[in-house]
């Protein structure tokens, strides 16, 4: 399907088992009566979300945000557009956000103050993969599975103008564009079919 286009850097059965100790960490810290609302962060965080909630093996509620950094050029100047915003309250309830990957963690900074403006009783974030040396605000990730050094990284929901997404590991990108300067995980909407 993309042969020679990435190189694998997680597998399908590396990122199997982190999902399930991920689980495992967040089952232990909600408690006997924990009920967690997880809120997805669209797109990228579609199959994630879709592993995790499944090996929770707790009572959850699921909603979806689809957010879209911009501000032009290469790298995103920090703005954060609402594509669709979650429809069910958060107030009162223990929330998880689970986003795909946190890079200069803009995007879940916003999304934190977005949703502790509805006053949740709880906040949390599982992030699948994480790029410290990339952040550029402070950011709390309560659960990371991955730290990755500074790559263009795609698969597992993670997209280059929308291709890959569908791949079951995670590999890092060798199209040109990846080594010109881009280092975000993050590319300009695309104008038309990939
Ligand atoms: C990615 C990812 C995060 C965000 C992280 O989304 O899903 O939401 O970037 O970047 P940041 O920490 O620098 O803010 P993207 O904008 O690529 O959209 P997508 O999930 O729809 O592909």
Sequence with gaps: MVNGETTVLLTADEIR?????????????????????LLS?????????????????????????ALESYGGGME??????????????????DVLVVEDIVDTGRTLAWLHRHV????????????LLDKPSRRA???????????????FV???GLDHRERFRNMPHIGELNLPVAGS???ANRDEPASGPA
Excluded: C, W
Excluded at 20 to 36: F, W
Excluded at 116 to 127: D, E, M, Y
């Design 17 to 37: 088992a982190r999902v399930v100790e991920l689980a495992s960490e967040i089952r232990h810290d909600a408690g006997a009566d924990g009920e967690l609302h």
């Design 41 to 65: 962060v669209l797109k990228g965080g579609f199959i994630f979300l879709a592993d995790l909630v499944r090996a929770l093996e707790l009572p959850v509620t699921v909603d979806f945000i």
């Design 76 to 93: 995103s100047a920090g703005a954060v557009r609402v594509r669709h915003d979650f429809e069910m309250s958060v107030y009162g309830r």
């Design 116 to 127: 502790g403006a509805g006053h949740p009783r709880s906040l949390r974030t599982v992030a």
């Design 137 to 151: 605000v402070r950011v709390n990730v309560e659960y990371v599975g991955f730290t990755i050094a500074d790559q």
């Design 154 to 156: 795609v698969g597992y």
């Design 181 to 183: 300067g881009k280092t």
